[in-house]
């Protein structure tokens, strides 16, 4: 018979991030699940949404993610001083296109790299009716993400 205690998995959270109130609460939450069940670390994912590129020329898609890049670089700034003085692990990243769909592209990459974690998804919910009715980023990841998600309130 063992005695041998299994060990405990890194507990990976992706976290959608885009500078909102409700993306603000999802970090916070992470930070605060981390800081009580650990081991694990987080990635912060800003998805830029470029609705079309059908009518730009490559010299405006260029300056489009020239702006992509200056914003990630704000947003990174502000998840770092969220998470300062935390002590957790974490990275910013960013990837550009449909939002739900490419933070689940995020987490498979994760999963598939780091198969011993378990990979959650976290994201905020908004409180608006229209979000609600029409779908929201956290309804299409609660309807179609392969790995768990955790919507904050």
Known sequence: MSTQTPAVRELHLVVGFDGSPPAL??????????????????TVVWVAHLASTVEMSADAVAIVENDFDQVAGELRTVAAERLAGSGLSWDFRWRQGLIAPELVAAAQEIAAARPDDVVVILVGSSSSAMHRMVGSVAVQLAHHSPVPVTIVP
């Open 25 to 42: 609460r999802a970090l916070d939450t992470s930070g605060r699940l981390l800081s009580v069940r650990p081991p694990g670390r987080i």
